[in-house]
């Protein structure tokens, strides 16, 4: 019974990708990579976008949301009831 080539081409490939991805996390643990998690979350803060505060006016927002909240508000005051 021989292998056939494509499945053995498949199989090194798989062993290799799986041994470059076993040496890169233990070059990460060794280099500690794993130790901090919250230092790189919270860098991307400063004082002009507090952590928790959006800040962003992507999309219109948080203007659009406002607007939003204000129209629902005045819809619900106009509508008759059943």
Not at 18 to 29: D, E, N, R, S, T
Request: net charge negative.
């Amino acid at each position: 019974m021989t292998i056939p080539t494509g499945a053995l081409i498949l199989i090194l490939v798989s062993l290799l990708g799986g041994g470059m991805a076993i040496l890169a996390f233990v070059w990460a643990a060794g280099k500690k990579q794993f130790r901090d998690f919250d230092t790189g979350a919270y860098a991307i803060f400063d004082e002009e976008e507090p952590v928790g505060k959006m800040t962003d006016n992507t999309f219109g927002f948080p203007e659009s949301d406002k607007q939003h909240k204000k129209n629902r508000q005045t819809n619900s005051d106009t509508r008759p009831e059943l």
